[in-house]
């Protein structure tokens, strides 16, 4: 059974850092891209990062030269680093993985999830 667990969420002032990680496990053969996204309330869920199996990164364009993704394969474990968090990034964040090497953009293509995990900007 694929399984998601998302963490490192948190209270941050704005322009400060956080990084997530994104541990996963179940795989039992491939590849797998991870997604990150993120959802305001009442909102539907955006793409923020994506990172494929073969190492390609995505991002999008409003955390463009702020946000990194990356991944530890000894680890299994996917990360994204937050840097210069403005209070529009105030907002719940998920990561997703999918099998194979190709990365969407749409979070409905996605196969599974994790918990989502809070982040807050604010002063």
């Known amino acids: 059974e694929v399984q998601l667990q998302a963490f490192g969420g948190g209270l941050v002032q704005p322009g400060g850092s956080l990084r997530l990680s994104c541990a996963v496990s179940g795989f039992t053969h491939g590849g797998y891209a991870i997604g990150w996204f993120r959802q305001y309330p009442g909102k539907e869920r955006e793409g923020v990062s994506y990172?494929?199996?073969?190492?390609?990164?995505e991002y999008v364009d409003s955390v463009k030269g702020r946000f990194t993704i990356s991944s530890d394969s000894a680890k299994n474990t996917v990360y994204l680093q937050m840097r210069g968090l403005q209070p529009e990034d105030t907002a719940t964040y998920y990561c997703a993985a999918k099998d194979g090497d190709r990365i969407y953009r749409d979070y409905w293509m996605w196969d599974y999830w994790g918990h989502g995990t809070l982040v807050t900007v604010s002063s």
């Open positions: 990172i494929s199996s073969g190492g390609a990164t």
